[in-house]
Structures are given as C-alpha cells and as structure tokens.
C-alpha cells in the first residue's frame, strides 16, 4: 500500500499559479503511475493530469491542456502539479492518486490523498 498527502492549495486570483504537491510513504513509489482529479463543488470527480512510473510520459485532461504540468521526482516520493493561468473554474479539491496497473488510463488507482482545496477568484 502506499499512502498519499497532498499539500500547496489555497486561494489564488484568476491568472495566477499554484504548485501542489504530493508525497508518498509505503510501498516503493516508482512502482505507480501518479494521476491528480479534482472535484468541484457539486460536480464529479475528474481526471486533471497522469505520468508514466518513470516521468517519461504525461497525459492530460481537456481542461488541464496547455496550463498545467505533471511531475514526479521518484528519489523524492512526490508528484506535483504545476498550475498556471488559473480561472475561476479551477476551483475544486484537487486530489492525488496511486495506481498500480500496468497500463495507462484515466480510471482512478486504488489510493487517494485527502485532498487540498484550490479556489480561484475572479
């Protein structure tokens, strides 16, 4: 198993960056693709951002094309996600996720952080 914790949210005007993090602890975290979803208020939770084990290979969601960027540094046990040009439809609890399947998807892992809170002002 491994365990996750997000950190970095917080309130940011439109146009603005934020970077979360989040770190691993357990099991060996190169072993897992790393994927970020977020949910907003009264919305489903969706997929963001997603990398390959070893950082060589980046998906994103529609929303996160162009204006953010997914990262892992595996000697560190965290991913990040760079969050730049930020709009008000941001706003959203933006949760870390492990995944131990072999092949990419968009489909959640197994395990969740508990999220952190990004809200973006007009």
């Known amino acids: 198993q491994v365990q996750l914790v997000e950190s970095g949210g917080g309130l940011v005007q439109a146009g603005g960056s934020l970077t979360l993090s989040c770190s691993a602890s357990?099991?060996?975290?190169?072993?897992?693709?790393m994927k970020w979803f977020r949910q907003p208020p009264g919305k489903e939770r969706e997929f963001v951002a997603g990398?390959?084990?070893?950082?060589?290979?980046?998906y994103y969601g529609d929303s996160a094309k162009g204006r953010f960027t997914i990262d892992r540094d595996n000697a560190r046990d965290t991913v990040y996600l760079q969050m730049n040009m930020l709009r008000p439809e941001d706003t959203a609890v933006y949760f870390c996720?492990?995944?131990?399947?072999?092949?990419?998807?968009?489909?959640?892992?197994?395990?969740w952080g508990q999220g952190t809170q990004v809200t973006v002002s007009s």
């Open positions: 996720n492990a995944d131990a399947k072999f092949e990419f998807d968009i489909a959640p892992g197994a395990y």
């Open positions: 357990g099991r060996t975290f190169s072993t897992y693709v």
């Open positions: 990398i390959t084990r070893s950082g060589t290979t980046r």
